[in-house]
């Protein structure tokens, strides 16, 4: 799939950078963006490029990854851009990264690691580790380059079980049941914060966390098993959509544009050890909602599953069943334990920033993308 070839892609990115102002003041700097390849941070990439593609903005972008022949791939239409750089490294070995980046980078965007439902659900402890040990030769390259902002992309998982429900404001956290599994992800996004946090205090230099929500959008991988990426798929190539619950599940859904505008706001004017929800307020609504406005873009039917136990209900019980030690009973382990995940976008919406697209749009938009860009 080539993005590129979407002229509504293209438009889409132009939208947005018509309404981030906060890109005029990286003129002249430059980007590492690690994890380059994923829905979110391809998004902030394609972003940056197309900025200097319009406005010749001159900011040079530093694609990290694990492939740097996907990556050209991926980023074919300005891989021969001198503003254009693959980094290829191995997460697993210490100073992969690191050893091959020049001096002096001045914004680093962190939004690597494990996210994928299933990813979680069979290597909790890869889910666990994997960031920290990067992120932290991250923090001490940028106290040793004068790294002006460095912004760790962490989740809205790290709120954990409320029983009083979203939307949370970014000090409002509730149950983590840390002896389940499934907790190695949320878990593992709360110490990096925290690491984050004490980079800020010990060696004064800026650290801002993004926490999104539930983004969606064209620019899902292949293989990408999150329920809005597998739809929007099956619903681009006509296939019918069933659902495997009720769906009502609450949640804050971003259009991946609107969240890499979110993301690049907050490196630029998020406070230091600070977080930040990444949340549309016209896009909180339940999963079966979403999925139907999906179904409608992709005018394909969509089945609800009679309600299923393992799915509505898991966090529920989630929350019950761990005061009583049975917590790994609840659902599958893959399963995102939480009932209600919307969040409060006040702090994130007193930067600046707007979300462009509502969740009936943004799924227009995904389908209609996916379908110009061919497979």
């Known amino acids: 799939m080539n993005l590129y070839k979407s002229d509504l ?33 391809s998004a902030i990439a394609d972003l940056l490029f197309r900025y200097n593609e319009k406005e010749d903005a001159g900011i040079h972008i530093y694609l990290a990854g694990r492939d740097d022949k996907a990556l050209l791939e991926r980023f074919s239409k300005y891989a021969e ?40 659900g069979a290597h909790p402890i890869d889910s666990l ?25 962490s989740s809205s998982e790290v709120y954990g079980i409320s029983q009083k429900g979203g939307p949370f404001k970014e000090d409002d956290y509730g149950y983590i049941d840390i002896l389940n599994p499934r907790s190695s992800y949320s878990c593992g996004k709360r110490s990096c914060e925290t690491l984050c946090a ?15 929500g539930h983004v969606y959008g064209p620019t899902a991988r292949p293989g990408d098993d999150h329920i809005a990426a597998q739809f929007a798929i099956d619903a681009a190539h006509g296939g019918e959509l069933k659902m495997k619950s009720q769906g009502l599940q609450r949640r804050s859904y971003c259009y991946m544009l609107d969240c ?27 999963l079966r909602s979403m999925m139907s406005y999906i179904a409608s873009a992709g005018g394909v039917r969509l089945s609800i599953a009679a309600n299923d136990i393992s799915q509505d ?38 930067l ?24």
């Open 198 to 212: 004490c980079y800020a205090f010990d060696r004064k230099i800026k650290t801002v966390i993004a926490r999104p």
């Open 352 to 375: 600046g920033w707007r979300g462009l697209f509502d969740a009936r749009q943004g799924a227009d938009h995904t389908i209609r993308i996916i379908r110009q860009a061919g497979d």
């Open 129 to 153: 580790y994997y960031n920290m040990g990067l992120l932290r030769e991250l923090l001490e390259y940028a106290d040793a380059n004068k790294t002006i902002s460095t912004l760790y992309i």
């Open 81 to 120: 851009s001198e503003y254009c750089t693959a980094v290829e490294f191995d997460s697993s070995k210490k100073g992969s990264l690191i050893d091959k980046l020049p001096d002096n980078i001045s914004y680093i965007i962190d939004g690597i690691g494990p996210s994928a439902p299933s990813d979680i």
């Open 313 to 350: 209900s898991s966090a529920a019980l989630a929350l019950d069943n761990t005061m009583h030690g049975s917590s790994l009973n609840a659902g599958k382990i893959s399963d995102n334990p939480m009932p209600d995940s919307s969040l409060d976008s006040d702090k994130l919406l007193a």
């Open 260 to 286: 890499a505008s979110a993301i690049l706001t907050i490196l630029l004017r998020g406070n230091s050890a600070d977080s930040y929800n990444i949340s549309n307020p016209e896009s909180v609504l339940t």
């Open 9 to 41: 892609y293209m438009s889409d990115l132009d939208l947005i950078i018509e309404h981030t102002d906060v890109l005029k003041d990286m003129k002249g700097t430059s980007v590492l963006i690690v994890g380059a390849r994923g829905m979110v941070c």
